[in-house]
């Protein structure tokens, strides 16, 4: 007798289902990943092993294990699963679901979990539908999501669910769970084995911390494998060529979107240019527009590297001009040359600082009146009101300067702005004590002038 392959129906599950789905643990003990949740003393796992677990959602990247482990606490509360999709039903399939959990539990006293996948695609009335069910216990809510639930789900479900966040799993893991696989379909038991060490580990790079992402890749692979009838063990080469190019965990638009476009910034400000480049990189490769990229680095220019270095702005408007012409691929290097530029110039935010201070004052004091001395006087009648008068033209003195105020008379000695002694804002500092000691010694001469008089 032959032995089983995947093509068989040698797994341990049902021959008629994807391997991703056969190969779903049946235990805690087979599941892997989210030790944060499920180990020793974590709050989850006790939960589960208690068979004490209440509504929840469970918010973490696809292949994460939201599902597998929603199945598992239905077995170790002895529960019924139904489980229920947000992307193709709707709130009359959920009001079906409720009768027949409030039946179940009339008549059989058992309690019913309703797993809602992609539950954040539900808007705000039809999460609203879930609450009373979930407020006097005839369901146990399970939310799956992929986007923050802080702004994808509303507050009253939120306070009513306990959210768990699962992160990616990690090499290892999906290592395991490769291998473990492999074992299952009969692959390994060959003195071969189906897949050469170095293609599994084009799986999990494959894989990118997503288990049905591993194993619907294997599964692709193995039916290559037989299909062009490829000797074993199938090298890192044939795994390569059965997948398609693997594409960065990236979404252009959601929670992953934000983290990425936020470890750039702080790459950038933090003065790592590998961390920025990798960013960088990572946005491209995820399909970001790179025009957007160039609007992040004029911002990071202005509010991160400032007067320390007024370049900066100029390469970064540049790198979005040379971005603008030329286009991808080779408009991306501009990119990277400002990225590279920015990370690597001196830092300071005392524009910024000093800007949102003189927004506060506007604010706090949107009605001051323009002193009369440096009021426009286009009229007779406006000179003769006073506007213009005692004005001095600034070129007509020594250093172009004349101390005068400028400010309204509420916010007179205001001092917003002050330079680091990073880069060019040092000349900036010494302009700016060269001005006050200017002055400081002009009202000092006009005071004993006056005295003299």
Sequence with gaps: MSEPTLFQGGGKRGSGEPLAARMRPATLEEFLGQEHLLGPGKALGELIRRGDVGSCIFWGPPGSGKTTLARLIANYTDRQFEPFSAVTEGVGRVREIIKQA???????????????????????????????????????????????????????????CRVFVF??????????????ALEQ???????????????????????????????????????HVHASRIPHPASREI??????KPLPAYDKSGEQHFNVVSALHKAVRGSDVEGSLYWL????????????????????????????????????????????????????????EAVVYLATAPKSKRVYAAFTQAMEAAATHPAEAV???????????????????????????????????????????????????????????????????????????????????
């Excluded at 609203?128 to 009253?156: H, K, M, Q």
């Excluded at 071969?192 to 060490?197: D, E, H, I, R």
């Excluded at 049905?212 to 039916?223: D, F, I, K, T, Y």
């Excluded at 160039?294 to 370049?311: K, Q, T």
């Design 239 to 244: 795994v390569v060529s059965a997948l398609e």
């Design 371 to 453: 002193p009369l001395h440096i009021r426009n006087a286009p009229t007779r009648l406006m000179e003769e009101l006073g506007y213009g008068a005692g004005y001095k033209y600034a070129h007509a003195f020594e250093h172009a300067y004349v101390p005068q105020e400028y400010l309204p008379e509420a916010l007179r000695g205001a001092s917003w702005y002050q330079p680091t002694d990073s880069g060019f804002e040092k000349t900036i500092a010494e302009r700016m004590e060269f001005w006050k000691k200017l002055k400081e010694q002009l009202l000092r001469d006009a005071g004993s002038g006056k005295r003299e008089g």
């Design 281 to 336: 990189a990572r946005m491209l490769a995820g399909g970001e527009d790179p025009l957007y990229i160039a609007r992040r680095l004029v911002r990071i220019a202005a509010e991160d590297v400032g007067l320390a270095d007024p370049r900066a702005l100029t390469l970064a408007l540049a790198a979005k001009d040379a971005y603008h012409f030329l286009g991808s691929p080779e408009g991306e290097l501009a990119l990277a």
């Design 167 to 180: 992160e990616p799993l990690n090499d290892e893991n999906v290592r395991k769970i490769v291998r473990h």
């Design 102 to 160: 409030e039946e179940r539990l009339k008549y059989e006293g058992r309690g019913t979990i309703l797993f809602c996948d992609e539950i954040h695609r539900f808007n705000r009335a039809q999460q609203d539908a879930f609450l009373p069910w979930v407020e006097n216990g005839i369901i146990t809510l399970i939310g799956a999501t992929t986007e923050n639930p802080s702004f994808e789900l509303t507050a009253p479900l939120l306070s009513r």
């Design 185 to 223: 379909t009969g692959c390994e038991m060959r003195d071969t084995g189906c897949v050469s060490p170095e293609g599994v580990e084009a799986l999990v790079t494959y894989a990118q911390g997503d288990a049905r992402r591993a194993l619907n890749g294997l599964e692709a692979v193995l039916q």
